[in-house]
């Protein structure tokens, strides 16, 4: 089993991106029960609930699963070899342990940090394997595009850059610390990494399925996109947050214009492949939101709270997640990928209510087992155990074809 388990970096990231879910969704749904529905008394612990949250979120849920993701596929990208057990393997272990000490931070405030900087250990060395890959010599007059390659890289710098500014907050009590972290980790790392690999993949499987499908990539376009990401961020630690909505619209308008031209339509009638296109779907609105609410903002109103941030970040995020690991899980254990047709899918679906309850929550403020943020997270949780359910164990298991990885 563990021979099985070691054996490619997907399997040992994508299990600990899977535990780390649970768990983090787990506890924030014993926070919101207490703190938002008001079913018990509100759990005290060692830090703010809501930092303790932002962390998971920004940097203990999603980067297993990214790092997962681009150490089985990005070497791929750029012709360089697979990377080594030498090189994934202490990137997990000191996710791993990082996490592990910041679950017991729950309690003990100091545990917390340090469970950061050891994260932030793995972070490094994950980012250092994936360069060497990116840099790897090619033979002479062959030279692979490592255009989407060196922008992952770099989102993957600031977000280690965040991650290290969210430990100083949570060492120092520092609310800027933490404030920095959230908009680096967010608009610096999370959304053009996502982003990134949509822009890479999304046009290419789906190229793979529809027939007279044209490849549609342009690469200023991304830049652009990539730019508004940054603007945002740098923006909203300035405090000008009246201008926020400038280039948060010109990104709503070119994601837009890519979910049209990467033919979202056609993608319903192949479900494992609609996955990765509703997700962009939910990038589109909540960019509209974040807009929507800057512009707001900038006339002296307010709009939304945190339905923006939680379109983008359950919405995009997750469903991208549903549908990027559930075909990278399927396609390297030896099974076919539109086994996830008759399983993941059910659950994709399922898993639109949680944005949607989250979204609705800003809005519809109730109290009692009917909060409506509570009930966003059972559901989250639902999902999520019964995808973990049906897919976890494969990463324990050999593949059935008798083929490594």
Not at 65 to 91: E, H, N
Not at 290 to 298: E, I, S, W
């Amino acid at each position: 089993m563990f021979k099985a388990f070691f054996s490619a970096p997907h399997r040992v990231m994508f299990a600990l991106g899977a535990l780390q879910s649970l768990l983090a969704v787990l506890f924030w749904a014993a926070d919101l029960g207490g703190r938002y529905a008001g079913l018990y008394g509100a759990p005290a612990w060692a830090l703010p609930g809501i930092w303790l949250h932002g962390a998971l979120m920004l940097f203990g849920l999603f980067p297993p699963f990214i790092f997962g993701f681009l150490m089985t596929a990005l070497p791929k990208w750029v012709s360089a070899p697979a990377l080594t057990r030498g090189q994934y393997l202490p990137a997990f272990a000191l996710l791993a342990g990082g996490w592990l000490l910041f679950w017991g931070g729950l309690l003990a405030a100091p545990l917390a940090v340090s469970g950061l900087v050891v994260a932030s250990l793995g972070w490094l060395w994950g980012l250092v394997a994936l360069a060497r890959a990116v840099t790897w010599p090619q033979p002479r007059g062959f030279a692979p595009d490592r255009s989407h390659a060196y922008a992952l890289l770099a989102a993957l710098g600031l977000g280690l850059v965040a991650l290290w500014a969210y430990a100083w907050g949570l060492a120092a009590m520092a609310g800027d610390g933490v404030r920095a972290g959230i908009e680096l980790g967010l608009w610096g790392c999370l959304l053009p990494v996502f982003f990134i690999v949509s822009h890479r993949m999304l046009p290419f499987f789906t190229a793979a399925v529809l027939k007279n499908y044209t490849i549609y990539r342009p690469m200023p376009l991304l830049w652009l996109v990539l730019a508004c990401f940054l603007g945002h961020a740098l923006l909203a630690l300035a405090g000008w947050h009246g201008a926020l909505w400038l280039p948060d619209a010109v990104a709503a308008a070119v994601v837009i214009h890519f979910s049209w031209k990467w033919q979202l339509r056609r993608s319903l009638a192949v479900p494992m492949l609609a996955m990765i296109h509703g997700a962009t779907v939910w990038l589109g609105l909540g960019l509209v939101l974040y807009a929507c609410q800057g512009l707001a903002l900038a006339l002296g109103g307010s709009f939304g709270g945190l339905a923006p941030l939680h379109a983008i970040s359950i919405g995009y995020f997750v469903s991208m997640l549903l549908g990027m690991v559930t075909r990278v899980t399927l396609g390297h254990s030896g099974r076919p990928i539109n086994a996830g047709d008759q399983t993941t899918w059910p659950l994709f679906w399922l898993f639109q209510s949680v944005p949607l309850l989250r979204i609705a929550g800003e809005f519809l403020p109730l109290s009692g087992p009917f909060n409506l943020q509570w009930l966003a997270s059972l559901a989250w949780l639902l999902v999520f155990a019964l995808w973990v359910r049906r897919h976890g164990t494969m990463y324990l298991r050999p593949r059935p074809d008798g083929q490594p990885g």
